[in-house]
């Protein structure tokens, strides 16, 4: 099992940044791809970015050029940098992580653990 934890999350105003942590326990930690999601309200969960352990990354279109995902073996510990945040990035973020493979996974199901998620409210 690895057990996963957000924090960072909060009530912030359009064009604020924000940065998001996830610290990982009980697994190796470096196996792991390590992506981040959100759940936006009346939505789908969808795809924001994730990272492999030897520091390639991926991105939702979307998501590119405000977002960035950097991760800290040392510490179990992936983070989300949030530039220029928008109404429309309101949602709960969630941190998981799947067992690293070729290319790369957006979906949900293809990742095998979760962190309870972090609300993150960006008001105009």
């Known amino acids: 099992q690895m057990q996963l934890v957000e924090s960072g999350g909060g009530l912030v105003q359009a064009g604020d940044s924000l940065r998001l942590s996830c610290a990982a326990s009980?697994?190796?930690?470096?196996?792991?791809?390590m992506g981040w999601f959100r759940q936006a309200p009346g939505k789908e969960r969808e795809f924001v970015a994730a990272?492999?352990?030897?520091?390639?990354?991926y991105y939702a279109d979307s998501k590119k050029g405000r977002f960035t995902i950097s991760r800290d073996n040392g510490k179990n510990t992936v983070y989300l940098q949030m530039n220029s945040l928008k109404p429309e990035d309101t949602a709960i973020y969630y941190c998981a992580a799947r067992v690293s493979g070729s290319g790369w996974r957006t979906s949900d199901y293809a990742y095998h653990y979760w962190g309870q998620g972090t609300q993150v409210t960006v008001s105009s």
């Open positions: 990272m492999k352990n030897g520091g390639n990354t």
């Open positions: 009980g697994r190796s930690f470096s196996s792991y791809t």
